[in-house]
């Protein structure tokens, strides 16, 4: 149980243009997931809060505009980086909670990102 | 703001030692922390994890130990094999007050060799 995956697995996209990452939690529910970028031989660092519903929260310093999120049901959140830049080029990762705890988080398997 | 520090960044044992990773947490209202496994363009993997109301856990060769008032936490493994090799991230988290976000400490990257 508590499988989540990611789509695209890669994507690779001229500067300017917005992409779309999909994280879905395929055997639970979860009312909160999260969205985390990665750079090579880095930590994760959390982007924001997805709350099914409800706005997102984003952590200081990341652009809200830039980096839009939308959590439709309780299966599906969606990051959409707009006007992409190379320094956009990263790994993100969603992780997501099961729908009855808040605590223990899955992570999907993560999306490359590289910005030409 | 809340803050996880972990130590060593990179750890390399022989095949069979031991290996100790450690963290400290700033927030004192942490109350649950795990510890993922994180091998090169993959998942990070959930290994083990405690809550603030316990002191150790243990699972085959894995073991955490907490200790609240020193706000500090490791993660020990034993018997160490290759297979072992990744980054390894000990995370805080403060569920009830904070929708469980994690706070991730900056990453051990552990090498056993054969």
């Known amino acids: 149980g508590a499988v989540v995956s990611q789509h695209p697995s890669w994507v690779i996209c001229k500067s300017g243009t917005s992409v779309k990452i999909e994280c879905r939690s395929l055997d639970f529910q979860a009312t909160t997931m999260f969205w985390y970028r990665q750079f090579p031989k880095q930590s994760l660092m959390l982007m924001a809060t997805s709350n099914e519903g409800s706005k997102a929260t984003y952590e200081q310093g990341v652009e809200k505009d830039k980096f839009l999120i939308n959590h439709a049901s309780l299966t599906l959140s969606t990051l959409t980086v707009t006007s992409a830049h190379p320094e956009d080029s990263s790994f993100y990762i969603c992780?997501?909670?099961?729908?009855?705890?808040?605590?223990?988080?899955?992570f999907g398997p993560g999306t490359r990102l590289t910005v030409l | 703001g809340e803050n996880v520090e972990q130590h060593p960044s990179t750890l390399s044992v022989q095949e069979g030692d031991s290996a100790v990773i450690k963290c400290t947490y700033s927030?004192?209202?942490?109350?649950?922390f795990p510890w993922y496994k994180q091998e090169l363009g993959k998942r990070p993997q959930l290994i083990i994890d405690i809550r603030s109301n316990v002191g150790e856990k243990k699972d085959q060769r894995i073991a955490v130990t907490l200790n609240k008032t020193a706000k500090h936490f490791s993660l020990h493994i034993t018997e160490t094999q290759p297979e072992d090799s990744a980054v390894y991230f000990c995370?805080?988290?403060?569920?009830?007050?904070?929708?469980?976000?994690?706070?991730f400490g900056q990453g051990t990257t552990l090498q056993v060799k054969p």
């Open positions: 927030d004192s209202a942490s109350n649950y």
């Open positions: 992780s997501a909670g099961p729908y009855l705890s808040t605590d223990t988080q899955y």
């Open positions: 995370a805080a988290s403060r569920p009830s007050s904070n929708t469980g976000k994690l706070i």
